[in-house]
């Protein structure tokens, strides 16, 4: 087929419909579903509702349910960071990386529906798909990321990202609404096992994932360059990251928007990921049923999220991406402040509204602004990515090390969201720091490293 030219309409589509392929993992797996199935698993309760135990055995030590899931997704992160420069610099010297963007996103499908054996008598097995899937997603993205300057203009990416994760959000939500369907109405689907719809969504996902990214396969480009794979490309891929780091360091814009974007994503993933968690534990639901609430919660953060990622393309456009960028912290640390005093499902609901509005547009707006800083005619776009995705994949081990740090010594899960106000502040200062301007810096040589 012949490559459609950069800027071409059907070729940001293709890109952006990755998002609507991929984004079934961060929500049926992250956020909504494997949550809540782990925690059923794991949590021990009476005939009254009351919790007897929240251990679980594994590799003979006792473990505390929420510590052992929380010590696996970090170490998943740990990998992931240390692999996505290791991987891009790889790819963008020998012009495949399309073909990586392939083969971390069958890795996480498969290990998604791998989470269908999921259980205590072999929880190495599910503790393994959930570490593989989570390293498939996260890597697959460091390469899908890379593709935005490729295929879209500098006056195109802000759409171009914010229509990715609209995509993303409407595909996700569709897919889990229709898993809640077959798990809270599974007798309709014919089972007789209440468990089974469940583990079936799992399986959904990974299929989800690997079909509808096929579009997105099609029409990519395979890469920027046809070096030729040899044994001394993973010494020119670690020459490339020397080579990349040395130009951030020449721009002081970049440089500062990286460092300012390290700290405020921190909080932003913290927050994410822990999210379902609070709401299990600190509010009252009363004769409410909590899964459906938590799910309904999510939900409208994917829903609302769609508008955020919009509306945060449009004002950045008017006033500018890194102002956009600082009022949004703005409105995340008043978040924060909200969130410790929250108790009733109907305040978690005004909390989960506030949390999508300004999570669409935090994220798409923090890509696309990323993007338009990198040096004209960059041709290593996976290698600048690489250094983006690895500055928020540690944000997240710190983040998360931080959350159960203060609530372990304060006892108090609320402590810990008060206290992620602090990265919120940190970044505006540090986002007011960043230059509006910078000279556009082109590759140097090779041989200048």
């Not at 010494?235 to 970049?254: A, D, T």
């Amino acid at each position: 087929m012949k490559q459609l030219p950069k800027g071409s309409r059907k070729l940001i589509h293709a890109w952006a419909f990755y998002d609507w392929a991929n984004s079934v993992y961060s929500l049926v797996i992250s956020s909504a579903i494997f949550p809540i199935f782990y925690g059923a698993l794991t949590i021990v309760k009476d005939s009254e509702g009351n919790m007897i135990s929240d251990t679980v055995n594994f590799l003979g030590f006792e473990w505390n349910n929420d510590t052992l899931i929380s010590y696996v997704t970090a170490a998943a992160f740990l990998v992931v960071s240390f692999l996505s420069p290791f991987l891009s610099g790889i790819a963008d010297y020998v012009g495949n990386k399309k073909n990586f963007l392939k083969f971390f996103c069958y890795l996480g499908a498969v290990s998604c529906i791998g989470l269908f054996w999921f259980n205590l008598e072999d929880l190495w097995f599910g503790l393994l798909c959930y570490f593989l899937a989570l390293i498939g997603f996260w890597s697959s993205l460091v390469f899908y990321n890379s593709y935005l300057p490729d295929i879209a203009f500098n006056d195109q990416q802000d759409k171009a990202s914010a229509k990715g994760f609209s995509l993303g959000y409407l595909g996700s939500v569709i897919l889990l609404v229709l898993c809640l369907i077959m798990i809270l109405k599974y007798e309709w689907f014919g089972f007789e096992d209440e468990g089974l719809p469940t583990r079936l969504s799992f399986v959904l996902t990974g299929i989800w994932w690997i079909a509808f990214s096929q579009y997105t396969y099609y029409y990519l480009p395979k890469g920027n360059k046809k070096a030729r794979l040899t044994k001394n490309v993973l010494f020119n891929g670690f020459k490339e990251l020397k080579g990349i780091w040395f130009k951030i360091n020449q721009n002081k814009q970049l440089k500062r928007y990286l460092v300012a974007f390290f700290v405020y994503s921190m909080a932003v993933q913290t927050i994410m990921l822990i999210a379902t968690y609070f709401g299990i534990e600190e509010l009252e639901w009363g004769e409410q049923d909590a899964t459906t609430g938590l799910i309904i919660s999510i939900l409208l953060i994917q829903l609302v999220a769609v508008l955020g990622a919009f509306l945060t393309s449009r004002l950045a456009i008017k006033y500018g991406d890194v102002k956009i960028l600082i009022f949004i912290n703005l409105i995340w640390i008043a978040i924060c402040g909200y969130a410790y005093f929250i108790t009733t499902p109907q305040q978690f609901y005004v909390a989960a509204a506030s949390v999508g509005l300004v999570m669409g547009g935090i994220q798409s707006l923090s890509r696309s602004t990323y993007s338009k800083m990198l040096p004209e005619n960059a041709v290593d776009t996976a290698s600048y990515f690489s250094f983006y995705d690895v500055a928020e994949k540690i944000g997240i081990v710190i983040g998360m090390f931080m959350y159960g740090l203060v609530a372990q010594i304060t006892g108090s899960i609320r402590s810990s969201i008060l206290f992620l106000v602090v990265f919120f502040i940190a970044g505006v200062f540090l986002l007011m720091r960043v230059p509006k301007k910078h000279p556009k810096i082109k590759n140097l040589p090779e041989d200048r490293f």
